[in-house]
């Protein structure tokens, strides 16, 4: 069974900082693509950051210069570091990762930021 296990999210204040994990098994997510999503109250899933097995990252432009995604191929796990956060930050955040030509998702974690 393919599993993505969200950790890391909480409450924080403006201007703090938080680290998101997503432990995969079940597959080999090290070739292909993971990413991270996110979703607030009332809102769609939109793409924050992604990552490619070759390194390459791109990240949604509300968050550049603030996040920063990393993965470990051998530990089958993406990260991200979330610096500087701001209340329109808050949401559900979700791991993703491709495998077996399927799209795979975490259950989420919430992040909260106050104001």
């Known amino acids: 069974q393919v599993q993505l296990v969200e950790s890391g999210g909480g409450l924080v204040q403006f201007g703090g900082s938080l680290s998101l994990s997503c432990a995969a098994s079940?597959?080999?997510?090290?070739?292909?693509?993971m990413a991270w999503f996110r979703q607030a109250p009332g809102k769609g899933r939109d793409m924050v950051a992604s990552?490619?097995?070759?390194?390459?990252?791109e990240y949604a432009d509300s968050v550049k210069g603030r996040f920063t995604i990393s993965r470990d191929k051998a530990k089958n796990a993406v990260y991200l570091a979330m610096n500087n956060l701001r209340p329109e930050d808050t949401a559900v955040y979700y791991c993703?990762?491709?495998?077996?030509?399927?799209?795979?998702w975490g259950r989420g974690t919430q992040v909260t930021v106050s104001s």
């Open positions: 079940g597959a080999d997510f090290s070739s292909n693509t």
């Open positions: 993703y990762g491709n495998a077996y030509a399927r799209s795979h």
């Open positions: 990552i490619t097995s070759a390194g390459v990252i």
